[in-house]
């Protein structure tokens, strides 16, 4: 069965902090996929990455990384330097190969980032 | 380039009555999913349209259902409402075969 486990309820930072949101999965497959998702308070779900199980190669977008570990199952997302306008929810999700085009999303973490 | 668009943005409801949310894919998009959104919680997925044809379900009662349209626009139908139907309603859509969605605004349903 897929899961995904966001520990993390809430993170309160004070702009320009670095700030790393936390993601651990569970999955039998061997191939699938994770991505994060950002949730401004309107309420769209915002694509901010994709990673498939094969590419453990870690990802920076401009402030964004990620780190992709699959001897830990975890997929770590890292703002640097922080900004008000990255406070949000941020949701991490599994697609598995074998269990079609389903996605289970985590719980969600809600960001603060005070100015 | 329209992305998804849902309507309506709110509603309320009663109790036992029956609702039907829509939803536009966005363009050059085929597949459409559904998911419920509880205050607090992540999406949970209801279902996905491809070719007119529910193609997955998720763990949602029967009273939930939907539809596929020729031009791959969508709609969510919910009977016999409950006080715990109330949540946000997202729309996704996506190409075929593809992984990651591209999602709607969302329809915010209260049951009263």
């Known amino acids: 069965a897929q899961k995904v486990t966001q520990a993390q309820t809430e993170i309160s930072v004070v702009e320009k902090e670095d700030v790393t949101l936390d993601c651990v999965y569970e999955?039998?497959?061997?191939?699938?996929?994770l991505f994060w998702y950002k949730q401004p308070p309107s309420g769209e779900l915002v694509f901010l990455i994709r990673?498939?199980?094969?590419?453990?190669q870690n990802e920076i977008s401009g402030r964004y990384s990620w780190n992709f570990q699959k001897s830990t199952s975890s997929f770590n997302f890292t703002i640097t330097a922080s900004q008000v306008v990255d406070s949000a929810v941020y949701f991490c999700?599994?697609?598995?190969?074998?269990?079609?085009?389903?996605?289970?999303f985590g719980a969600g973490t809600r960001l603060f980032v005070k100015a | 380039d329209a992305g998804v668009t849902q309507s309506p943005t709110h509603l309320i409801k009663t109790r036992g009555q029956q609702v039907t949310l829509r939803c536009s894919p966005k363009?050059?998009?085929?597949?459409v999913s559904w998911y419920q959104q509880a205050l607090g919680q992540g999406p949970q997925f209801i279902f996905q349209?491809?070719?007119?044809?529910?193609?997955q379900r998720g763990n949602f009662p029967d009273r939930f259902s939907g539809h596929q349209f020729p031009n791959y626009s969508s709609e969510l139908n919910v009977n016999a409402l409950l006080l715990g139907d109330s949540a946000l309603y997202l729309c996704?859509?996506?190409?075929?075969?593809?992984?990651?969605?591209?999602f709607g605004s969302g329809t915010r349903l209260t049951v009263v």
């Open positions: 349209y491809y070719e007119e044809e529910e193609r």
């Open positions: 363009s050059g998009h085929d597949t």
């Open positions: 999700a599994l697609s598995e190969a074998t269990g079609g085009f389903k996605t289970i």
């Open positions: 999955t039998r497959d061997t191939t699938y996929y």
């Open positions: 996704a859509s996506s190409f075929p075969g593809k992984y990651g969605y591209t």
């Open positions: 990673r498939n199980s094969f590419d453990e």
